[in-house]
């Protein structure tokens, strides 16, 4: 058989494709867009994804080779397709298409709340004090924003002793150096918490808490309050609504904006969701399911305080 030149992708060219900044850049690009909801962020180990990047540096024929589950494969498949910019790989001396082989690792990072008791029996895990309304509005309060940092989401581990005072701060899940010495600054500041209980006793425990890093100068209000905002800004809104509505590749589906209201409580909680614009009875129900089991918010807050607001929302549709 023959083939034009342009046809053939090569599996080994003189030299590889490159993304900007290296490969260390590549994954730093990953691990920013690679979106993997709480809920299924309980798993260890890693995909493997197989790519071509053509001449232009454009990214084709994205395809997993070895899986980890459905969820983190289609986050590594669209994370994949969405990069650009490579130097395109070289064989003699001319520009060619080839292959990328790339492992993916993944590490669970259990829910904020999840506490790891030392004995068995009956257990309660710690408590901030006040519940997680007061967690919530304690990071709200007292989380500064770096410089020159990145918005998206640290993940600390640290352990309440028997006496409820935090020991231990360990991060699971970097940002950047400053950001991750903020989130030990907070924790190191908090009040003492009320320690788990094994057997109707205190015990030393674990918790694990995620904190998200939102830049005030994108959400800041021009009388000075703050809106309500989705954990990790409008791009990672975008991310999680992507992945919610796979069902928008279907056949036979409409385009078109669904408009949305609902309610962001002061613990970030999404209520009262409803539909107020639209499109077809199945679309209607997907899109508020996706609503009703978004993340908590970053509740919203005026004079400094935090209070329940009402949002409205246009989801655009383009199956």
Same mark, same amino acid.
């Not at 990145?150 to 360990?170: C, K, L, M, N, Y």
């Not at 992507?242 to 970030?268: H, I, Q, S, T």
């Not at 508020?288 to 549709?317: D, F, Y």
């Given at each position: 058989? #023959?083939?034009?030149?342009?046809?053939?992708?090569?599996?080994?060219?003189? +030299?590889?494709?490159?993304?900007?900044?290296?490969?260390?850049?590549?994954?730093?690009?990953?691990?920013?867009?690679?979106?993997?909801?709480?809920?299924?962020?309980?798993?260890?180990?890693? #995909?493997?994804?197989?790519?071509?990047?053509?001449?232009?540096?454009?990214?084709?024929?994205?395809?997993?080779?070895?899986?980890?589950?459905?969820?983190?494969?289609?986050?590594?498949?669209?994370?994949?397709? %969405?990069?650009?910019?490579?130097?395109?790989?070289?064989?003699?001396? +001319?520009?060619?298409?080839?292959?990328?082989?790339?492992?993916?690792?993944? +590490?669970?990072?259990? %829910?904020?709340?999840?506490?790891?008791?030392?004995?068995?029996?009956?257990?309660?895990?710690?408590?901030?004090?006040?519940?997680?309304?007061?967690?919530?509005?304690?990071?709200?309060?007292?989380?500064?924003?770096?410089?020159?940092?990145?918005?998206?989401?640290?993940?600390?581990?640290?352990?309440?002793?028997?006496?409820?005072?935090?020991?231990?701060?360990?991060?699971?899940?970097?940002?950047?150096?400053?950001?991750?010495?903020?989130?030990?600054?907070?924790?190191?500041?908090?009040?003492?918490?009320?320690?788990?209980?094994?057997?109707?006793?205190?015990?030393?425990?674990?918790?694990?808490?995620?904190?998200?890093?939102?830049?005030?100068?994108?959400?800041?209000?021009?009388?000075?309050?703050?809106?309500?905002?989705?954990?990790?800004?409008?791009?990672?809104?975008?991310?999680?609504?992507?992945?919610?509505?796979?069902?928008?590749?279907?056949?036979?589906?409409?385009?078109?904006?669904?408009?949305?209201?609902?309610?962001?409580?002061?613990?970030?909680?999404?209520?009262?969701?409803?539909?107020?614009?639209?499109? #077809?009875? #199945?679309?209607?129900?997907?899109?508020?399911?996706?609503?009703?089991?978004?993340?908590?918010?970053?509740?919203?807050?005026?004079?400094? +305080?935090?209070?329940? %607001?009402?949002?409205?929302?246009?989801?655009?549709?383009?199956?």
């Amino acid at each position: 058989m #023959s083939y034009a030149a342009e046809d053939i992708v090569f599996l080994a060219p003189d +030299k590889p494709p490159l993304f900007p900044g290296g490969n260390n850049s590549m994954m730093e690009y990953l691990g920013r867009n690679i979106f993997i909801p709480l809920e299924a962020d309980t798993v260890n180990g890693k #995909s493997v994804v197989r790519f071509v990047v053509n001449t232009d540096g454009s990214v084709g024929d994205v395809e997993i080779l070895r899986g980890l589950t459905p969820v983190h494969d289609n986050e590594v498949i669209r994370a994949v397709r %969405s990069m650009t910019g490579f130097a395109p790989g070289e064989k003699d001396g +001319k520009v060619v298409a080839a292959y990328v082989t790339l492992p993916v690792w993944f +590490k669970a990072v259990p %829910s904020a709340g999840c506490g790891t008791i030392a004995d068995g029996g009956d257990r309660r895990p710690p408590r901030f004090p006040g519940g997680r309304i007061a967690l919530s509005e304690y990071l709200t309060e007292h989380l500064e924003w770096i410089e020159d940092g990145e918005e998206g989401r640290v993940v600390a581990r640290f352990i309440v002793a028997e006496t409820g005072i935090i020991d231990s701060i360990w991060i699971e899940r970097h940002l950047t150096p400053m950001q991750d010495a903020e989130v030990i600054r907070l924790i190191s500041g908090m009040p003492r918490w009320e320690p788990a209980v094994a057997d109707g006793a205190p015990v030393r425990s674990t918790f694990i808490l995620p904190v998200m890093f939102s830049n005030p100068e994108k959400l800041q209000g021009g009388d000075g309050n703050t809106p309500a905002r989705f954990p990790g800004g409008q791009n990672k809104m975008d991310e999680y609504l992507a992945y919610r509505l796979k069902w928008r590749d279907a056949p036979n589906v409409r385009a078109g904006n669904v408009v949305v209201e609902f309610f962001v409580e002061v613990n970030g909680s999404i209520t009262g969701a409803r539909v107020l614009k639209g499109l #077809s009875a #199945s679309q209607d129900r997907q899109v508020l399911s996706a609503i009703e089991k978004m993340p908590p918010w970053i509740p919203a807050k005026k004079n400094g +305080k935090i209070i329940k %607001s009402h949002e409205t929302l246009v989801v655009r549709l383009a199956p």
